[in-house]
Structures are given as C-alpha cells and as structure tokens.
C-alpha cells in the first residue's frame, strides 16, 4: 500500500456518504438563512420591503465568503470547520444573489438559470484548460483553489434560480419569464431523482467520475433550494410556513454535530499515483 504524501493531500473532503449528507443540509441552511435576511429582517416579500433587500444580503453574504475562501486559500491543511463554513457562505451568498439577479434585475427564473449555468460551464472549461483537470484531489494550491471557489459559488447561485424555477407557480409576482409551478415538493423529488440517476450511473457506468461528481454537487444545490423554500415559504405559497431564523439554527446544529460525529478526511491520492480521470 502506497504512502499517502501530504503535499498531494487536497484542501477539501473526501467524497463520502457524509459529504453528500451535509452538503444537502449546508444548501437547505443556504436557503432559510439567506431568506432570514432578505425576506424576513430586510422584508423584501413584505410590504415594508427595503428597495435593496437582496442587494443588501448579497454584500453581506458576499463579503463573508470572501473573507472565509481568503483563510481557506491561506490554511496549510485541510479544517473541517472552516470548509464547511465557507460552503455556508457560499450558498447563502449564492441564495441572495440568485434572488437578486432573477427578482430585483428582472432576468426572471429561466433567464437567471440558464446565465448561471452558463457560468459554472464556463468557470470549469478555464479550469481545465488551467490545469487539465477538475478533480477535487487537485485542490491543493492557490490557484486551483480559486477556481474550485469560483465553480462552487457559480453552481450555489444557479442552483437558487433553477429551484425557483421549477417550483414557483407560474402566477407568482417574481416569476418574471415564466416558471413550471412544480411546486416544492415536486421540485425536490425532480432533483432528488436526478441526484438517483447520477449515482446509478457512478456505480454502473464507467462514465467520468469528476463529470459525475460536479453534476452531483450542482443536483445538490437547488434539491435543498427546494427543501428549504418548504420548510419556510407561506401556506398560500406551498410552504409549511415556519420560523426561518429557527430551521436556519436547527440546520446549523445538525450540519455541526454532523462535522463533528462523521469522519472527515481530506481528499487526495497516493504520491505519483496516476489522478482520477477528468
């Protein structure tokens, strides 16, 4: 068995079980804690909306995940911690963000949805064409590590656009361009049955397990978009109407007590060992 060198060892987990558990809770938490800002303390669906709301939750968001991606980028190893607190911050930037561009700019769910995808598309394409490769096991420099933040940011806000747009009643005031009135629920099990198929095709395919891992990790995104628009959206809108900043520390409790029980190590291969196909 090959001696695992540290300096191949990437700045981000190993992609288990536990990673997709708590990324799925990190993105729902995404939701009700950049909707606790926007909606509820900035009152942008109220009648006493503040004219910038999702402007203003977006500088806020954006700033932190700016300060947490500068210390993640600065960290000798991998902290499970700080990782997972930046993958907050990027969903929930990524919420505020979404919300403004297809809500306050007026580009509407399908037109932010298909910008955004545009983005993640495109933000990948560089990436390799950097470093010819996208494998998490990589991210274990500077400069790979900004790409792996852009890409991650990008897929956060699009998965924002592409829940909405899945989910909102087509009569919704902010469904500009048009939406498919799937409904939360509905909305969630579309995601949760591509996330299905992704890992069916993983397990008995010898499709590109990178490809398959970045499609996955976007799944994840508007899955908890979703999850979370349920948990605190109005009855009259489909939601089951709860306190947003409570379910925000709830999530946050569990995310945390999950960090803490399941295993975290970070990813990586065997020092010249061939990497994992891209």
């Known amino acids: 068995m090959q001696r695992i060198d540290s300096s191949t060892l990437s700045k981000v ?13 990190a993105t729902t938490l995404g939701e009700t804690a950049g909707d606790s800002v926007t909606m509820s303390w900035l009152g942008e669906t109220t009648a006493d909306a503040n004219p ?29 911690l700080l990782y997972w ?5 990027s969903t929930t930037a990524g919420t505020t963000l979404a919300d403004f561009a297809t809500r ?28 010819r490769s996208i494998s998490v096991d990589t991210v274990n420099t500077p400069r790979v590590e900004a790409f792996y933040w852009v890409t991650i940011t990008f897929s956060q806000t699009l998965g924002t656009a592409l829940g909405d747009w899945m989910a909102a009643s087509p009569s919704d005031p902010a469904a500009t361009t048009g939406a498919l009135g799937l409904g939360y629920l509905g909305g969630a099990a579309v995601f949760g049955v591509a996330l299905a198929v992704t890992a069916a095709l993983y397990f008995w395919t010898t499709i590109s397990r990178v490809m398959l891992f970045w499609i996955a990790f976007i799944l994840t995104r ?28 709830i999530l946050a409790a569990l995310i945390l007590v999950l960090i ?19």
Do not use: C, M
């Open 52 to 80: 910038n709301g999702y402007l203003i939750g977006t500088g806020i968001f954006f700033s932190l995940l700016v300060v947490l991606v500068a210390i993640q980028i600065v960290a000798k190893r991998f902290n499970p």
């Open 260 to 278: 803490l029980v399941i295993p975290q190590r970070p990813s990586g291969r065997a020092h010249g060992a061939p990497a994992e196909a891209s």
């Open 222 to 249: 508007p899955l908890g978009a979703t999850v979370g628009d349920f948990l605190d959206k109005p009855l009259d809108h489909g939601g089951l109407a709860l306190s947003r900043p409570l379910a925000s520390a």
């Open 13 to 25: 987990p190993a992609v288990t079980l536990g990673f997709w558990i708590i990324k799925i809770l």
């Open 85 to 89: 607190a930046t993958i907050i911050a």
């Open 104 to 131: 306050s700019i007026g580009i509407g769910y399908a037109g932010g949805s298909a910008l955004l995808l545009s983005l993640v598309v495109l933000s990948l394409g560089i990436w390799y064409w950097s470093e």
